[in-house]
C-alpha cells in the first residue's frame, strides 16, 4: 500500500500506534545488526513524510498529534544514526540523514532537539564530503525553519562548513552548495553576507571568477561553476553593497585602483555568461533577474566607469523585459506564492492543525526578496537619474547616445510596473 493510499484510507489513524510500539524494542535489540535498524530508520522517513503536510491526517489525527507520537522516537535514533563519532555507524548514516532531511522538513516549529542535533552535520561534512547533497539540503531546510535561532546558535559551525565546501567540490556538487548559499543570503542578506566575509567564502567564489578572466582561468574553471559563483556574488552585491565592498578591499592588496578593476571584470562576466544562467522555469527566471538588477546597480558606479558598457547592460535588460515567458514565469510563480499565503493563513485559522512550517516561512522569504520586490523597469529609471546626477546631464545624454537607437525604443515602450515610476527620456 503507497503513502497516498495510508492517508486517503486513514490508515494512519488505526494502525500509526500499532506500528510504532515495537520500533523502540526493535532498535535498542540490534545495536550491532546495522541492516536491521536502517529498515526501522527507512520506515520511519516513510512515516514521517505520510504525517507531514499541516493539517488533519484522519479522524481524530492531526500533524500536530502524529509528530508528538513520533518525535521521541525519532529524534534519539537520529543522533545515533548520524553521529560520526560512534564507532561502526557508517552503514547508517545515509538513511538517518534522509530522516533527518524530511523531519525537518515537516517539522510543524523549529525545537531546541533539532537545534541541538546540528553539529552532526557539521562533524559529518569535516570528515568527507560524500554526502554534500543531503548535508547542504539539511543546511537550507534549518535556515529556513530555524531561522534567527538557528543562525545566532550555530553562526560559527555554518561559516566553517561553508568555507570547507565552497571552491573544493566537483561541479556535480556546486549547485548544491550554491542553494544553500542561496539560501542563507537570502534569508538573512546582511548577516549571511556578513558571515561569508569574515570566514573567507566570499573570497574563495570571487577568484576562481576573477580568474575566469583569463584564458587559463578559464580551462580551469568550468562555466557552470563560474555562473554558480556569479549568482551568489551577484545577491551580495545587490542586498548588501557594503559587505560587497569590503570584499573588493580585503581583495585588492592594498591598491584602491584594483577595486574597479574588479568590478568591470565581475560586470564582463555577468555579461558574458548572462544566457548560462537559464531560460527555463522559476528558478532560471529569478536568478536572471537577480543579474539584472545587479547589472543596473552599478550603472551609477565610480562616477559611471561602466557607461561604456551601458548599451549591453539596457540589452539584457530589455530582453528579459520583454521576454513574456519569463515574465509569466515569475510574476505566476509570485501570484501563487501569495495566494497559497492567503490560503494557509485562512486554513490555520479554522483548523487544530499545525500548518506546514518550513513551505510557510519559504514563501515568506521569497516574497520580501528584493529579487522579487524590485520592479526592474523602475530599477533602471532610477539608477540612470542616480548616474546623470553624479556625472552631469551633459556626459550622460553623450553616454546615452552610444547605446543602439532600437534598444531605447524597446525600453521606452516597456512601461514600469508602479504608476508613480518616471520613463526613460
Known sequence: MGMTDMRNKHWLNNCLPMVLEPLPGIWADSEDQNLLRKSVLSLLTLLVRACGGGGSVGPGLTTQ??????????????????????????????????????TVLEAPDYSMDLDALFPNLCRLLSRDLEFLQQGMAILDAYVVIG?????????????EMLFLVVGD?????????????????????????EMLLQSGVLTKLLQPCLAA???????????????LHLTTLARVLLTSPNHFAALLTSCSNGNPDQVPLMVMALVGLWLEYFDEVGHSGVSGTWRRKLWACTLVSVIPFNGGLLLGRLDEILNVCTDLLSDRDSITSFTIHSNEATADDNAAAAAAATTTGV????????????????????DLRSYIDEKMSECA?????????????????????????????????????
Open 389 to 425: 546626477r553624479v556625472i552631469g546631464q551633459v556626459k550622460f545624454e553623450e553616454a546615452l547616445s552610444s547605446v543602439e537607437p532600437v534598444i531605447i525604443k524597446q525600453l521606452q515602450q516597456i512601461q514600469p510596473s508602479h504608476a508613480n515610476s518616471t520613463p526613460t527620456s
Open 169 to 193: 567540490v566537483s561541479a556535480r556538487g556546486a549547485p548544491f552548495v550554491s542553494d544553500a548559499l542561496e539560501s542563507l543570503l537570502r534569508s538573512f542578506s546582511a548577516e549571511g553576507s
Open 355 to 374: 500548518g506546514d512550517a518550513y513551505t510557510h516561512r519559504l514563501r515568506q522569504i521569497l516574497m520580501s526578496d528584493p529579487v522579487h520586490q524590485i
Open 65 to 102: 498529534s502524529t509528530h508528538a507520537m513520533l518525535k521521541p522516537l525519532v529524534m534519539p535514533m537520529l543522533e545515533v544514526a548520524t553521529d560520526t563519532r560512534l564507532a561502526d555507524n557508517d552503514y547508517l548514516i545515509e538513511d538517518g540523514l534522509e530522516l533527518w532531511k524530511v
Open 213 to 227: 578572466t583569463t584564458e587559463s582561468g578559464t580551462r580551469r574553471v568550468g562555466g557552470e561553476v563560474v555562473t
Open 147 to 159: 531561522g534567527r535561532t538557528f543562525l545566532t546558535n550555530h553562526a560559527g559551525p555554518v561559516s
